[in-house]
């Protein structure tokens, strides 16, 4: 019904850093089902929610006619890898990035252990628009595999109104830490204000430069930065920093982080070779940890906060399937706001909702980010 656009789309869409065609051709490898995947054509689209058509063989849990989201984390399961944790699985896939068939489409193909059962408050498009991010968030930061945030913890939150920023930072409010968030506007230093965030900088009114040049870092901004956390907390340093933008500003995540904080990164959005004086990370026994996506039983966990009521879906905009290509392109050069949704056979926006007096309950927070 519908589908919602990640950086992933941005990723696939302009052939960086790698064209997916390798991964389909590369799972196309595998076996004889997943040849399947290996086709000329690409649907893309990591997020869903939709009405199940048919299961296959093996099926139990779901039938025709439930209503679903999906999480895309495709997992082959046949190694003892895998096991423990599902992430770590060899053949770990992201769902419409490393697979066919994914979510920005009118039929999707996913397995039955992708499915979570749709929040019954939100419409379609709203259903489809926190998954990747929201699961990714909470593993990141919440999950025990991630920054295992504590309450009071200081959670530096970059992007803060964005994809991944605006679930962390609703994370951060309700686990009972304190998040200092990082953003390029003041309307977006409004939008996080209103999720109930009270230490907000405004990176573009600070002006941070934290490379001189192509190749030196200037430890100086490094230090402006720390002195208006410091400001913002009442001296308090940063327990954790929620990372994503990578090169840009991953040297100044490390000196900001506090002696034993942590640094939990997922993404590289403006580059994936990064630099930082390592001095700071070993002398003050700070923790780099990678993180990406999230296991089934994480992305569950996430679900459940959408459909308690506890965290809201961040949609902004809605653009049908014929203006996809738009909506991709508002999230490459970051004139969107929170997540950007798509409709894909749902009719019009508005449709699915099961539950109102739910939704009534919270309607103010679900529409927060509309129309900005
Ligand atoms: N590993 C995973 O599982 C996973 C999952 C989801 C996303 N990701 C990756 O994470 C990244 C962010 O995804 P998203 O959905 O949150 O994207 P998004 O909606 O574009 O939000 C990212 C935010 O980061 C901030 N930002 C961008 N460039 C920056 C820079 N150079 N310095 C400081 N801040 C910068 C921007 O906020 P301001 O301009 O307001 O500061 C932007 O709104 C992408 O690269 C995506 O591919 C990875």
């Known amino acids: 019904m519908a589908s919602s656009v990640n950086y992933n789309t941005v990723w696939t869409s302009i052939f960086e850093p790698v064209s997916t065609f390798g991964f389909l051709e590369r799972y196309g490898r595998l076996s004889d089902l997943t040849k399947r995947h290996d086709l000329p054509y690409h649907v893309v689209g990591s997020d869903l929610a939709g009405v199940v058509l048919a299961v296959g063989p093996g099926v139990n849990r779901w039938k025709a006619g439930d209503e679903v989201v999906a999480h895309c984390l495709s997992v082959e399961l046949e190694d003892p890898a895998g096991h423990d944790d599902t992430m770590m699985d060899p ?6 990035f490393e697979t066919n068939f994914g979510g920005l489409a009118e039929l999707a193909l996913v397995k039955s252990n992708q499915l979570l059962p749709k929040p019954a408050h939100l419409t379609w498009e709203e259903a489809a628009a926190p998954g990747l991010v929201n699961a990714t968030a909470y593993r990141q930061l919440v999950s025990h595999n991630g920054a295992n945030m504590k309450q009071g913890d200081t959670v530096l939150i970059w992007g803060a109104s964005g994809g991944l920023g605006s679930y962390a930072t ?6 009972g830490a304190i998040p200092v968030c990082v953003v390029s506007s003041p309307e977006k230093a409004e939008i996080v204000k209103r999720m109930g965030a009270e230490l907000v900088i405004d990176r573009s009114a600070e002006g941070y430069r934290f490379w001189k040049d192509e190749h030196e870092q200037d430890p100086k901004e490094w230090q402006r930065l720390g002195k208006k956390i410091r400001e913002l907390t009442g001296g308090d340093d940063i327990d954790i920093v929620f990372e994503h933008p990578g090169r840009e500003t991953f040297g100044a995540s490390v000196y900001v982080a506090k002696k034993g904080g942590t640094i939990v ?7 994936y070779l990064h630099q930082f004086d390592n001095r700071y990370l070993w002398m003050n026994l700070k923790r780099i940890i990678g993180s990406h996506f999230a296991n089934y039983k994480e992305a569950y966990e996430a679900n459940r906060l959408i459909d308690k009521g506890l965290i809201h879906p961040t949609l902004s905009k809605v653009y049908g399937m014929e203006d996809v290509g738009q909506a991709a392109r508002d999230v490459q050069t970051n004139t969107h706001q929170g997540k950007v949704g798509v409709l894909t056979l749902a009719p019009t926006e508005g449709l699915g909702v099961r539950d109102t007096a739910k939704r009534e309950q919270h309607l103010d927070a679900i529409n927060r980010f509309r129309g900005l």
């Open 91 to 96: 053949q770990q896939r992201i769902w419409g």
């Open 170 to 175: 609703q994370m951060a409010l309700n686990g």
């Open 265 to 271: 990164t997922c993404a590289s959005t403006s580059g």
